[in-house]
């Protein structure tokens, strides 16, 4: 659904997007993450035909970024960093004339719209001047403005942003229910959590480059090694316990070990066996949880910071 | 082709919806459209009294349609407040992304937006003008001819086009709405200009050059309209966030353009200004054809100007002019030089202000008023081919040639500014064709105008008194 190949930009002499392959399939959604000024709006901008590549290739939904604009973004929803929304004019009036000018019937477009703002919980505010709205109402209303012609590919940059965390969860949850077999989702957010709960591959940018893309686990393991467990025990450990040389056991305490595997599928059935070979009694043995948090700190702190790119 | 338009009334609607919305805009037109022209019904009437108490009639008869012309003018200075907000407006307020992101094509985008400017201060307009007719009837003053009244409907048309376009332009090339506000003195300070002379016309009742300031503004309306067209990118509203003039960006895409690459001045002489001269080819044959046709002009002007001059005094004053420049003193040559050199800048300043059209004004003049000259002389008893030999082929040769290219650069100017180019913006645009001028002044016309200017001085007047009797 996204195929972006060497995609570059340059503004005069500064190169803000340096080469970027992206391949997201239908169904998926990708995670940008990246430092502000990274690169993330400006890749964006770029799969929506806004912006012109100065040099590399691009398709969004089947089209071309560059040959076939005017299908590119009829085919795109977009949620943008400032969201502007007019502000005399009120909910049902925006989206009419957004859905319009997608070429939406009238019919469809007050369906569509009644639809959304009732998922969004905006449907009784939907007659106020949007300049009335609260910063997470006109946020919620971007979004919905983003979906109306219910688009196969869907850019959302922070899209939780300024909202509360009860909307953030509506929105969260109505991005996942927007997750379907036809249609591709990139998000660029700053909040890892989401991020996390959101991902099928997470592309992590810098200074214009993407420094890392995969999925979460993939991810996770490149910057912070091996899965982690923890072992924790009945009666505090008399000795080192000794496991097989493919284990390493990367902390010890009173009674409870951490070893990293690289396998654990194949290796933690042996290491329990293993223990309880050795008269020890496990009372437990879990993954230690790595977050995504650590995994980015650590990619984005690999170069020292040298400029912004957004 | 309606399925293209469709997208434009949508903008414009939404536009135009939003500004009867806004007070700031409703009360001044309301005010300019309602108001204003029962105050000038006023003015009307008392003038028309007063005139009439001295006996100066018509001073009356010619206020009624310069009033109507101000009625109809005022309430388009609130089309140039909204044009001017109308893309840097919406980047200010963020609300420009979510629109460019939409499948309109860019001149969907730009007309929808120009027509939301224009119709309503000019819906304001002609609500004022039949108001202040209305009153005028009711008073029972007599209303202007169907003709002028015609004219001044047309005339604020084309006002308001020009005026809107011209805002829709700047406002899509500012970079903040500050920015804007500042350039649009480059469309008041023209337009008030203008709207003097128009009143001077229509007091002095020429209503026929009227129609041609209408004709000229229509040019120069679908003119701006075209340049906000060929240099409208999504990319350039999103891009650019700092009002600073960066002069050395400035110069280094002047010295690009101006070198074109050339490594020394062999090469800068025989491949980069050859090059500038065949990139504006259509550009100098235009002008060629402007240049004779502009002596033909000159040549027809004697009929309505005819000027004898005794045969006596040609000699006397042949005398006079080679006394004035004696062969071989560089102070008449350079002077002449100098001067035509002068009209040269005069010409890309001209130029620079009417997309190249004024610039064509000083050759059209100068080679106007050559062929008058021979067909004075010719008139005189001086056989043409004589009168061309003696007084103009010499340093014409050499002139001419330098006139046209130098006014094809200014020419090209215009055209360059007007034509769509993706890869550079409208002063990167503006930049490579004054450098272009530059180059080609500097690489031919200068050195061309230099030898015709010696020759001037120091040959023609010699074969003048040889070749007259």
Redesign the interface.
């Known amino acids: 659904m996204i195929v972006a190949e060497n995609l570059t930009k340059k503004?005069?002499e500064f190169l803000a997007v340096d080469g970027v392959h992206l391949n997201v399939a239908a169904g998926q959604v990708l995670i940008l993450l990246g430092p502000n000024g990274a690169g993330k709006t400006t890749t964006v901008?770029m799969l929506?035909s806004?912006?012109?590549p100065t040099d590399g290739t691009a398709r969004v939904a089947g089209f071309d970024v560059i040959k076939e604009p005017?299908?590119v973004?009829?085919s795109?929803g977009?949620l943008?960093?400032?969201?502007?929304?007019?502000r005399?004019?009120n909910a049902l009036e925006y989206l009419d004339?957004?859905g319009?000018?997608?070429?939406m019937p009238a019919v469809e477009r007050r369906k569509r719209a009644a639809m959304l703002l009732e998922q969004f919980g905006l449907a009784e505010s939907s007659r106020r001047r949007l300049g009335e709205y609260s910063k997470g109402m006109r946020q919620k209303l971007?979004l919905v403005?983003a979906m109306v012609h219910n688009p196969p590919v869907l850019l959302l940059d922070e899209p939780t942003s300024a909202m509360d965390p009860e909307s953030s969860r509506m929105v969260r949850d109505a991005i996942l229910s927007l997750r379907s077999d036809d249609r591709t989702i990139v998000v660029c957010t700053h909040n890892l959590g989401e991020a996390e709960v959101l991902a099928d591959q997470i592309a992590i940018i810098r200074r214009g480059k993407i420094i890392s893309y995969g999925g979460l686990a993939e991810i996770k393991r490149r910057f912070l090694g091996d899965p982690q467990f923890e072992v924790r025990f009945a009666a505090p450990l008399a000795s080192r316990p000794v496991l097989s040389d493919k284990i390493v056991i990367t902390g010890i305490g009173p009674d409870w070990i951490h070893y990293r595997t690289a396998q654990p599928a194949r290796h933690n059935p042996d290491v329990l066996r293993s223990l309880m070979e050795q008269g020890l009694q496990v009372v437990s043995l879990q993954e230690i949880g790595q977050s995504l948090e650590t995994a980015y700190l650590e990619a984005v702190n690999q170069v020292p910071e040298e400029g912004k790119h957004d | 082709m309606i399925e293209g338009i469709h997208p434009v009334w949508i903008i414009a609607r939404r536009e135009v919806r939003d500004q009867f919305r806004d007070w700031r805009i409703i009360f001044p037109i309301v005010g300019l459209t309602v108001l204003f022209p029962f105050l000038m019904n006023f003015t009307a009437q008392q003038i028309l009294d007063f005139a009439r108490d001295y006996g100066a009639d018509i001073v009356g008869e010619r206020m009624v349609p310069f009033l109507m012309m101000i009625v109809g003018f005022f309430p388009l200075s609130a089309s140039l407040v909204i044009a001017l907000d109308t893309f840097v407006g919406e980047k200010e307020r963020g609300s420009i992304e979510p629109l460019l992101n939409t499948p309109l094509k860019d001149w969907q985008l730009y007309t929808g937006k120009l027509l939301a400017a224009i119709v309503p201060s000019l819906t304001g307009s002609f609500l004022g003008m039949a108001v202040y007719l209305g009153g005028l009837a009711i008073q029972r003053v007599p209303l202007p001819e169907l003709e002028l009244t015609l004219l001044i409907i047309v005339l604020t048309i084309v006002q308001a086009v020009v005026m809107v376009s011209g805002a829709v332009v700047v406002s899509s090339q500012a970079t903040s709405v500050r920015a804007a506000n500042l350039l649009s003195s480059f469309i008041i300070i023209p337009v008030a200009l203008l709207i003097q002379g128009e009143s001077i016309l229509m007091f002095w009742g020429t209503y026929a050059t009227l129609w041609w300031a209408v004709f000229g503004m229509l040019v120069l309306a679908v003119l701006l309209v075209r340049v906000g067209l060929a240099h409208f990118r999504r990319e350039e509203l999103l891009g650019r966030e700092i009002d600073v003039l960066n002069f050395r960006w400035g110069w280094r895409t002047f010295r690009r353009q101006f070198t074109g690459g050339a490594a020394n001045l062999h090469d800068w002489y025989f491949k980069a200004v050859p090059a500038a001269v065949g990139g504006m080819r259509k550009a100098v044959l235009i002008i060629t054809i402007f240049a004779a046709v502009s002596i033909g002009i000159g040549w027809a002007q004697f009929q309505r100007f005819p000027l004898e001059i005794p045969a006596a005094d040609m000699g006397s004053r042949l005398s006079q002019v080679i006394n004035l420049l004696p062969t071989l003193s560089a102070k008449p040559m350079l002077l002449i030089w100098l001067q035509n050199l002068r009209v040269q800048v005069i010409g890309l300043i001209l130029g620079v202000f009417s997309y190249g059209i004024l610039g064509i004004v000083p050759i059209l003049a100068g080679l106007g008023i050559s062929g008058y000259l021979v067909a004075l002389l010719a008139n005189n008893g001086l056989p043409v081919w004589t009168a061309i030999m003696a007084f103009l082929l010499p340093h014409s040769i050499f002139e001419i040639p330098g006139l046209i290219l130098a006014t094809a650069a200014v020419f090209q100017f215009g055209i360059m500014i007007a034509t769509s180019d993706a890869e550079k913006t409208i002063g990167e645009v503006a930049i490579s064709a004054l450098a272009d001028w530059a180059k080609i002044m500097l690489g031919l016309v200068a050195p061309l105008l230099l030898i015709g200017a010696a020759i001037e001085a120091w040959v023609t007047p010699q074969i003048a008194v040889m070749l007259l009797p």
């Open positions: 503004f005069d901008r929506t806004v912006l012109h005017e299908r973004r009829a795109v977009v943008t960093e400032n969201h502007g929304l007019y005399r004019m004339f957004f319009s000018l997608y070429g971007a403005r």
